[in-house]
T-cell receptor
Framework: DSGVTQTPKHLITATGQRVTLRCSPR?????VYWYQQSLDQGLQFLIQ???????AKGNILERFSAQQFPDLHSELNLSSLELGDSALYFC????????????FGPGTRLTVL | AQTVTQSQPEMSVQEAETVTLSCTYD???????LFWYKQPPSRQMILVIR??????QNATENRFSVNFQKAAKSFSLKISDSQLGDAAMYFC?????????????FGKGTKLTVNP
């Protein structure tokens, strides 16, 4: 157990809908990262938050957004869902150290029908 | 942009034997970190081992060790005394050591099968 929790584990929804994925980082970790894993794109970095502020953005679609709250948990919002958004979404967290290592949550499996 | 290449989509090994998974990367940076993550059928991403580029000594974690060749930009993972529980996808990942983004850049993975 990495100490990173994600809810829900599975999510099935329809095209055009909006969903919210939730992540709680390890105790003491200030950074949260979101990654998408799909068969065609592999593991791709979406976005990073550090202590409530956006720190880096990757290949995140405009239909996707995220935020990190004062208690350091994070939410990833996916809207106007398309079939191609079906993927495994991982949250990871790390401490603020220079040699920080990212620890991953169990992931949320999103299926868009 | 940095890239990570894992040239072996699949590998197999006999139980108790040794196997080496290959990884190469491309970067113009001198300060960076390299990782191997394991993803078993449960889909959980599990850190296996980490290497800091400024360290010449190869990292070791129990049965797992790396061969880090900085000049060649190569970072292979050796698994000794392979066990059935080692069967998984293995991903090589790169992280910049410079300020700013700490994102991980992943290779496409190598699927390891362990035969009894």
């Amino acid at each position: 157990d990495s100490g990173v929790t994600q809810t829900p584990k599975h999510l099935i929804t329809a095209t055009g809908q909006r969903v919210t994925l939730r992540c709680s980082p390890r105790s003491g970790d200030l950074s949260v990262y979101w990654y998408q894993q799909s068969l065609d794109q592999g593991l791709q970095f979406l976005i990073q938050y550090y202590n409530g502020e956006e720190r880096a953005k990757g290949n995140i679609l405009e239909r996707f957004s995220a935020q990190q709250f004062p208690d350091l948990h994070s939410e990833l919002n996916l809207s106007s869902l398309e079939l191609g958004d079906s993927a495994l979404y991982f949250c990871a967290s790390s401490d603020a150290g220079r040699v920080s290592t990212q620890y991953f949550g169990p992931g949320t499996r999103l299926t868009v029908l | 942009a940095q890239t990570v290449t894992q040239s072996q989509p699949e590998m197999s090994v006999q139980e108790a034997e040794t196997v080496t998974l290959s990884c190469t990367y491309d970067t113009s940076e001198s300060d960076y970190y390299l990782f191997w993550y394991k993803q078993p059928p449960s889909r959980q991403m599990i850190l296996v081992i980490r290497q800091e580029a400024y360290k010449q000594q190869n990292a070791t974690e129990n049965r797992f060790s790396v061969n880090f060749q900085k000049a060649a930009k190569s970072f292979s993972l050796k698994i000794s005394d392979s066990q059935l529980g080692d069967a998984a996808m293995y991903f090589c990942a790169y992280r910049s050591g410079q300020g700013g983004s700490e994102k991980l850049v992943f290779g496409k993975g190598t699927k390891l099968t362990v035969n009894p």
